[in-house]
């Protein structure tokens, strides 16, 4: 007893980062059915430096954590398997698969010579897709639970990004460099291409050279994207965003539509190394929940305020303030929202936490994390 007590204590600490290494944050990411539990579990992100992260699997009731993968891994980019079975995650560059009910996480190799690559996208049958740096451009990949790759879309000299797929459609952000007077400019599309008919692309919107990125499908006629600027000022206190809808009006058709914007601090993304955003925006950007949005919304003083937007009654929603210095986007269980951000070594002390993450043990000595919550949006 005394021993696990002491087991504890240890992992208490090693959680505790010197301050000279920068802010630490703690967030969760994803919501998952544990077959031994009648409730969602979620996994939830530690960020102890700019260069360390830790992967955790949160009770909401009993507040307890329990650490998924070794210290060893740095994991980003974690999304769930469509079957909820396990979850993929970025460490260092690499590839790894992890099912719940295995100890290792899985690395996937590749035969191409593939390099930064995004988060996967998981669909039915646990088949992904993602994009990755193919030599000198960005390419569509396919990947398996067992971790096969296939190569689906690759264009010269153009970028292809952020897939989504939806009803046998595969919807992604086409990037292209073209000439201008002024010299290169991007130029930004939304491809819609039937994943049986590979060589027929359609066109869905083009942004001309407006930066667009992290498309997302909530079916085949509808998605949600963000634009951010052409242009980021990195002395600047905050770059400002804007979350669009895309629909389809008619077969052919598509529109597209402003629902807000957003802005979020520049430190976080292009600040000093002890400040700085591991997953960079990931953890800022909005998530979707049954027709509501939640995101969090920074001024240029660095106060960041939850927010919601109603997508069938297109009204925003603010909700008070956290006291956590950088708030991050919250997530919705069905039951409650709860958001992550910064935490301090004395913050990790309080056994409850109203308005700033913290992590703390409990009266068993077990490792606990808590979070601010607030209801879920009506709809």
């Known amino acids: 007893m005394k021993a696990t007590l002491l087991t504890r204590i240890a992992t208490l600490l090693s959680m505790a980062t010197v301050y000279t290494y920068g802010i630490e944050f703690l967030y969760p990411v994803c919501t998952y059915t544990d077959s031994a539990c009648t409730y969602q579990k979620l996994l939830v992100l530690h960020q102890k430096n700019a260069t360390q992260t830790m992967l955790w699997s949160w009770d909401p009731i009993t507040h307890r954590a329990e650490q998924l993968l070794p210290g060893s891994f740095t994991p980003a980019g974690v999304c769930l398997l469509a079957s909820g079975a396990g979850f993929s995650f ?44 193919d030599r000198h451009y960005y390419a569509l990949f396919s990947i398996s639970r067992t971790g096969d790759i296939a190569r689906c879309v690759a264009l010269p000299a153009r970028d292809c990004m952020y897939p989504a797929l939806s009803n046998g ?65 990195p002395d ?82 603010l909700y008070p303030n956290s006291c956590t210095e950088y708030p991050l986007a919250p997530l919705s269980n069905g039951h409650s929202v709860m958001y992550g951000g910064s935490i301090s070594y004395y913050e990790r002390t309080i056994t409850t936490a109203d308005h700033a993450p913290c992590a703390y043990l409990d009266a068993d000595g077990n490792l606990c994390f808590s979070f601010p919550c607030m209801p879920v949006a009506h709809q």
């Open 90 to 133: 970025i460490d260092n560059g690499r590839i790894r698969i992890k099912e719940f009910i295995k100890r290792s996480a899985r690395s996937v190799e590749s035969e191409a010579l593939i390099s930064n690559s995004g988060p996967i996208s998981w669909y039915a049958n646990d088949v992904g897709y993602f994009h990755a740096l």
């Open 169 to 233: 459609s595969l919807f992604y952000i086409q990037r292209a460099e073209q000439k201008q007077a002024t010299g290169h400019e991007s130029h930004y599309t939304i491809v819609e291409q039937v994943v049986a008919q590979p060589h027929t692309q359609v066109v869905c919107v083009d942004f001309q050279n407006r930066p667009i990125i992290f498309l997302q499908m909530a079916d085949a006629n509808q998605g949600f994207f963000v634009e951010h600027p052409s242009h980021i000022d």
């Open 236 to 317: 600047a206190p905050i770059i400002t965003c804007a979350y669009h809808q895309l629909l389809r009006s008619d077969k052919t058709e598509w529109e597209t539509h402003q629902l807000f914007s957003f802005s979020i601090p520049t430190c976080l993304i292009h600040g000093s190394r002890d400040q700085r955003l591991y997953e960079s925006i990931l953890p800022l950007l909005p998530r979707r929940a049954d027709g509501i949005i939640y995101y969090v919304d920074y001024t240029a003083m660095g106060h960041g305020t939850i927010c919601s937007y109603n997508c069938t009654t297109k009204k925003q929603e």
